[in-house]
């Protein structure tokens, strides 16, 4: 089956804190069709995102799709809270690039 | 149909200054307040815990004082929360300087100020945390007495009803601690009797100023409307637009979830919300609902951050790609060498970490890349210990353990093995802080006086 990469049809993709111990990543579309179709493909998932990072699935916290935002959200658990000893990422947005690994379905 | 409109214009106070074009432009319509939230957590645990200000204070001066200006000519409210990012009682207090001495050197007409201060010491979150009013929010641990021991400061984060009781007393400005972001932007409209629900989102969707708006960009000023049943937003920048998809999109910006918001007191529930276009750069939103809590209580968030001791930094860069190949081993082996040098018994005295960037420091664990395709790596040593001495003896070990590493296939002789931008450690001007406190508190009475106190004074220039 013929693929797109989750980049060609995605308007955002970013990460950011949501709050001091968790990572927020979100995908947000610019046009509801494409949404649609990504949403219903069921290639977008819990475990397709632990996937990308290679993580066991329970450490995505949340999955979930927002229609109103045509957007798809999931939540990190912080390896260690912001800013602290050690720490890498302090408005943890540079967290989200294993997600443009996403393919998705496609058939025009 | 009755309606308040408020301008915010910035989505956090100081961090830069406001753009002029797009606030006048604002200024220019009917006007019931001015908002702004200057507070947030995302800058670290060390301005918190250092109490130390994160923005140049002349930008903040910049900000409070075009929109003192304005709100004082329009006779209209002027709210701030959460003053110089942390808000601390340092940082109300810093805003109110400022405040003062705009209304002085503008010779202003007497107004009536409100500072509210959410600092709570240390010790009485102690007694709090005794009598089983806390429990945890995003950190995973209790409040123990050994995690307040290590805590230096703690604010605790208003809802509507502090900035409301300000209202009430007929605050023309208010400075206020540490504060729920939608919550500045709210109770201006709640006070005057509009529904919560609506207002809360409202200052949910408004809080980060134009960046609710597409095309993105920081800064510029938007108008936000509440009315009866709905808000609106419109930006006042002419090529931005606010989309019901701008606006719905925004609700899941730094958020967990977009369709819940816990604050103080209850949740707003925007499951049912619905956005849509006004105009082509109008966004209407209504259906959000203000739900309290079930059992009646009242919940504030604290956030506390103490020091986790002094930090040394190394920096060291490699261009060897031989050396490069081998570094999960190289920095196995100079990890195991330090503690042999420094000595394992004193292992527990500091903490050394490497950042390796090239390879995964950006992501650490969570990093699916495991063989880098650089050609040049750099690895920030870091050494976290409450001796300074030690700290820096441990970073100039890795260091020189670094310098003299040895790996399969190398081809350099010893004592060439990294690249030093400089042979000295790094220091940072403050020490290493952490996040301590990220917790609820069950208060009795939302006004409680040992966590929210209120002064007012008369301001006046002439």
Same mark, same amino acid.
């Given at each position: ?25 979100e995908i947000i579309f ?36 927002f229609?109103?935002g045509m957007g798809i959200k ?35 | ?164 009781? @300000?209202? !009430?007393? /007929?605050?023309? #400005? ?6 729920? $972001? =939608?919550?500045?932007? *709210? ?62 999109a925004?609700?899941m ?5 977009p ?45 506390? @951050?103490? !020091?986790? /001791?002094?930090? #040394? ?6 261009? $060897? =790609?031989?050396?490069? *190949? ?137």
């Amino acid at each position: 089956m013929k693929t797109k990469n989750i980049c060609d049809l995605a308007r955002t993709i970013r990460s950011k804190n949501a709050g001091s111990f968790m990572i927020t990543l979100e995908i947000i579309f610019a046009d509801r069709g494409i949404y649609e179709k990504v949403k219903n493909s069921g290639a977008v998932t819990r475990h397709a995102i632990a996937d990308a990072y290679g993580l066991p699935e329970e450490k995505i916290l949340d999955f979930m799709f927002f229609d109103p935002g045509m957007g798809i959200k999931a939540n990190l658990q912080r390896n260690s809270p912001s800013g602290g000893p050690g720490e890498t990422d302090v408005y943890g947005c540079q967290q989200y690039a294993p997600l443009f690994a996403l393919e998705i379905p496609w058939e025009e | 149909m009755r309606k308040v409109s408020l301008l915010v214009s910035t989505g956090n106070l100081g961090d830069n200054i406001i753009e002029k074009g797009t606030f006048y432009e604002g200024v220019k319509r009917d006007i019931d307040c001015f908002g702004a939230d200057a507070g947030t957590a995302d800058a670290g645990p060390t301005f918190l815990g250092s109490d130390m200000p994160h923005n140049p204070i002349e930008w903040e001066r910049h900000d409070l004082e075009i929109t003192l200006i304005e709100a004082r000519k329009k006779k209209v409210p002027m709210i701030v929360g959460s003053c110089s990012t942390t808000g601390t009682d340092r940082g109300v207090n810093l805003y109110a300087d400022i405040i003062r001495s705009v209304a002085k050197e503008r010779k202003m007409e007497p107004f009536k100020m409100a500072l509210i201060y959410s600092q709570v010491p240390v010790n009485t979150i102690r007694e709090r945390v005794r009598k089983g009013e806390s429990e945890p929010l995003g950190a995973s641990f209790p409040l123990t007495d050994e995690v307040l021991d290590n805590t230096t400061n703690v604010t605790a984060s208003m809802g509507i009803e502090q900035f409301v009781h @300000a209202l !009430e007393q /007929g605050a023309d #400005v208010i400075i206020a601690g540490r504060a729920c $972001d =939608d919550a500045v932007l *709210a109770s201006y409209p709640i006070f005057r009797g509009f529904d919560r629900g609506v207002s809360l989102h409202m200052g949910k969707a408004a809080e980060c100023a134009s960046l609710v708006c597409w095309p993105q960009k920081v800064k510029e000023s938007i108008i936000a409307t509440v009315h009866d049943d709905h808000f609106t937003i419109e930006p006042m920048h002419p090529d931005q637009q606010a989309t019901p998809h701008s606006v719905a999109a925004h609700s899941m910006y730094e958020r967990t979830n977009p369709f819940v918001q816990a604050l103080p007191g209850g949740i707003l529930d925007m499951h049912a919300s619905k956005y849509e276009a006004q105009t082509d750069r109008i966004c209407k939103v209504s259906g959000s609902l203000f739900v309290p809590s079930p059992d009646g209580s009242y919940k504030v968030k604290l956030e506390g @951050a103490g !020091e986790a /001791g002094h930090r #040394v930094y190394h920096l060291v860069g490699i261009r $060897d =790609d031989r050396a490069i *190949a081998c570094l999960d081993q190289i920095l196995a082996d100079t990890r195991k060498k330090v503690s042999e040098i420094i000595g394992p018994e004193r292992d527990d005295q500091y903490e050394l970490f490497f950042h390796p960037y090239g390879k995964n420091a950006i992501m650490r664990e969570n990093e699916p890349v495991e063989i880098t395709r650089s050609h040049e790596v750099a690895i920030v040593i870091e050494v976290i210990s409450k001796d300074i001495e030690l700290a820096t003896s441990v970073a100039k070990c890795a260091k020189f353990r670094f310098f003299y590493m040895s790996y399969p296939g190398q081809m350099n002789s010893s004592g060439g093995s990294v690249a030093l931008i400089t042979d000295e450690p790094l220091f940072p001007k403050n020490k290493c802080y952490q996040w301590t406190v990220d917790h609820l508190i069950t208060l009795k009475d939302p006004l409680d006086p040992e966590i929210f106190r209120f002064t007012f004074e008369t301001v006046s220039g002439v």
